[in-house]
């Protein structure tokens, strides 16, 4: 639009600034009606693609072997075993009682752990353990050998230095799992809390996949009712602080009001769901849509310090700003558009909220605002001249310093910058999570004193139906588990061979020279068969054989690796694999563990083709803005240059970056260009204007250095209040943003101005 057209567009907004906002508030309330429909998922599942590969692994590994949805207690007596009759009395009470949660298909324990031995030509099957409080000194002897000897059970049923028992509770959850989740976690937090009274001495921890679902969900509703006040009260002490009007931080609030009240209950209209990666959209939207009318309030307190009167000062500033705030918001909703890349369904919700998020604050920031600001009592301060001159001043000081300042940044970066290298671009699930979380705190204390719960399945193949029981096949089984526990990553193997070793033992008299891989198919057969028969009920051998008998499961618990790590160790299986028993591995590896640690790196490397593009598109459109290639690419300087030295800062400070790292250039980048082009576009007018590049630097200052001061304060504070979030993804992308946002306003007021000094100058 043309100077004219925008005169004409302020006059009637003016003119007619009751319509405008009965209107746009009649719109607004429309759409906020829709927030009631806002769901909140507590499916950890809801991060990943339906499409990928490591979860479509998971998923036909529970249709053979059932579900894989699981919920471990650790029971830590007061005493250094847990081989006690009150122990063991703790630990068959809590067995009994997990049967009858909802939902549970499967109870595994040390009490109920099948042991089997032989009596003569029988083979017997029974408890380990029953009725604990009536066992004998021998009795709880025999039980703790057998318990630390058995390779089921030790490293997983109780800890390898017998201080720590464990019970395993398989669920099967219907479709819609978020009741289903929130009914099961009620069940099992009351029977501990009952098992605490009954034991006042005995410590229980809750951990596991079902746990982690219910601790998504609570992380979630804690963002949306915490933050979303916290990120208010900053934004409005800081403006109100900043802007030193009450009248105008009230027309700059409600604004703010206008645009999260639409965007979330559009929201609600399309349905969706949030979890902890997307909740933070209402803080996003309202930190960026602060930004917009900061520029146009400040112009308008500007004008009127100036003497002009009040609708005067608010065309003025309409005219000043409409296409730098219409170019702002454009790049802002390119950046988060990009995360349409994401490889994670959640951040594609993020990314597409957001950018609705800042269209709704660009147009409220041409209507509303300045249909308030017309009506409110505005009256503007003094300081504001004493802030031009401060600026003008600093503006003199960079024309003064320019090539100090410009070898300095420089070298400043590039000692940043380096702290790339030392960045491993990987997660740990297990430590999402804050330690505010007892699902934290429990997970934290069952990795660190009974098992790891993170795993890695394997689908062994046999080859054909019933040809589990062939000795090639066993044997080769049995040397990948037996590969894996010799690992130092690994705390405990779960293989189909040791239940076969147990087994031929048992039949062979108890011998322990027969504790190996049965000789004849058909008899492994039989013995298998035997043993299934002998179960109790509830305690088959489905999870661990297909139903054809073609393929057996394999289960190995690791200690809490990073993604990375977890990557890796893979690899180095099914290169050992390729090599020593070669068909075994014919699908990808699954489990809950495996498609976390490839999502970080996934998601790098979709992210890596939206950011590419997204700065391309906004490099484009810089250049066509200022007509200009060489002050287009002069631009991408001091914005792509602070989200590199904050990553490489990061790298010294934390030295890991997984999900926030993937999408965090792509988010900050389109919100670091706001500054640049309000700066350029003030430069370039006192260049057309006829004054040379010294002075054009110093107009840029004096006119909107103090708006981009402000504006960069609000963003960076409202960015940085996700650093209370208790989900790691979440603060961890706030502080990155903030600090890059916090360096791209030093790259503007240091290093652009010393570039477009450098550039103009040959140029003239």
């Not at 909107?704 to 960069?712: E, I, K, L, N, Q």
Request: aromatic share 8%; hydrophobic share 50%; with cysteine.
């Amino acid at each position: 639009m043309t100077g004219a057209a925008l005169d004409r567009f302020a006059e009637t907004v003016l003119r007619r600034r009751w319509i405008v906002l009965a209107a746009t508030t009649l719109v607004m309330l429309a759409a906020t009606a829709g927030a009631g429909f806002v769901g909140v998922t507590n499916d950890y599942r809801s991060l990943f693609d339906k499409d990928n590969p490591q979860l479509a692994a998971l998923n036909a590994l529970e249709a053979n072997y059932g579900a894989s949805n699981r919920a471990l207690i650790a029971v830590a007596p007061p005493t250094d075993t847990v081989f006690t009759r009150e122990a063991l009395r703790a630990v068959e009470d809590l067995t009994r009682e997990a049967w009858r949660a909802p939902h549970a298909v499967r109870v595994d324990s040390l009490t109920n752990y099948s042991y089997s031995r032989a009596e003569g030509d029988d083979l017997i099957v029974r408890p380990l353990v029953k009725n604990a409080g009536s066992l004998t000194d021998t009795e709880l002897e025999r039980t703790r050998v057998i318990a630390l000897d058995a390779v089921e059970t030790a490293g997983r049923l109780v800890s390898r230095d017998r201080k720590v028992a464990g019970l395993v509770i398989t669920f099967a959850l219907p479709d819609n799992p978020d009741a289903a989740v929130v009914e099961i976690t009620d069940y099992l937090n009351g029977l501990l809390d009952k098992a605490r009274a009954d034991h006042p001495d005995t410590a229980y921890h809750l951990t596991g996949d079902v746990p982690l679902n219910r601790a998504f969900a609570d992380a979630t509703v804690d963002d949306l009712e915490t933050l979303v006040p916290i990120v208010l009260v900053v934004v409005t002490v800081t403006a109100a602080v900043l802007l030193r009007s009450l009248m105008a931080t009230l027309a700059t609030l409600a604004v703010l009001m206008f645009s999260v009240n639409t965007t979330v209950g559009f929201a609600g209209w399309l349905g969706t769901v949030f979890n902890p990666a997307n909740s933070g959209v209402p803080i996003i939207v309202m930190t960026v849509a602060i930004a917009h009318s900061i520029h146009i309030v400040a112009s308008t307190l500007a004008g009127i310090a100036r003497g002009l009167d009040r609708n005067a000062a608010i065309s003025e500033a309409i005219r000043e700003n409409a296409w730098p705030v219409f170019l702002t918001s454009l790049t802002t909703m390119i950046g988060f558009l990009s995360l349409n890349a994401s490889d994670s369904p959640p951040f594609r919700v993020l990314g597409n909220l957001v950018a609705f998020g800042v269209f709704c604050a660009f147009v409220y920031s041409l209507t509303v605002l300045p249909a308030l600001l017309s009506v409110l009592p505005l009256r503007a301060k003094a300081l504001h001249q004493g802030q031009s001159a401060f600026f003008d001043r600093f503006g003199t000081f960079v024309v003064g310093h320019c090539r100090v300042l410009l070898w300095c940044s420089a070298i400043l970066a590039i000692v940043m910058v380096s702290g790339i290298f030392r960045l491993d671009l990987t997660d740990n699930w297990t430590k999402y999570l804050g330690e505010r979380y007892e699902f934290r705190k429990d997970t934290d204390f069952v990795i660190d004193n009974l098992t790891g719960i993170e795993t890695l399945e394997y689908v062994l193949d046999a080859g054909g139906r019933n040809r589990i029981f062939e000795p090639g096949y066993l044997k080769k089984v049995e040397a990948f588990a037996e590969w894996y526990r010799m690992q130092p990553e690994v705390s405990h193997v779960e293989a189909f061979s040791d239940i076969m070793k147990r087994l031929n033992m048992n039949m062979n008299g108890d011998n322990p020279e027969f504790y190996r891989v049965p000789d004849d198919p058909k008899l492994a057969a039989q013995f298998l068969l035997l043993y299934e028969l002998s179960l109790p009920q509830g305690r088959d051998m489905n999870n661990r054989i297909d139903i054809g008998k073609t393929a057996t499961r394999m289960t190995v618990a690791l200690r809490s690796l990073t993604a990375s790590a977890q990557r890796g160790l893979d690899a180095r299986a099914r290169a050992w694999q390729r090599t020593n028993a070669p068909g075994l591995l014919t699908t990808e590896t699954s489990g809950v563990s495996i498609v976390f640690a490839h999502l970080s790196q996934r998601n790098i490397e979709s992210m890596l083709t939206g950011t590419i593009i997204a700065m391309a598109l906004i490099s484009l459109i810089l250049v066509f803005v200022f007509r200009s290639l060489r002050i287009g690419l002069i631009s991408l300087v001091p914005n792509f240059i602070p989200a590199a030295m904050s990553l490489g800062l990061w790298g010294f400070m934390v030295g890991r970056v997984g999900l926030a790292g993937s999408v965090m250039t792509a988010i900050a980048f389109g919100i670091v260009v706001d500054d640049t082009i309000h700066f350029l576009t003030k430069y370039l007018q006192a260049r057309r204007d006829g004054r040379d590049a010294p002075a054009a630097v110093r107009t840029a200052f004096r006119t909107v250095g103090y708006a981009m001061w402000t504006t960069t304060a609000m963003l960076a504070l409202g960015f940085l209040v996700f650093a209370s979030s208790g989900f790691e993804v979440s603060w961890a992308l706030g502080l990155l943003v903030a600090l890059t946002i916090f360096l791209a306003l030093i790259a503007d007021f240091l290093l652009l101005p010393p570039l477009l000094l450098a550039v103009d100058r040959k140029k003239s």
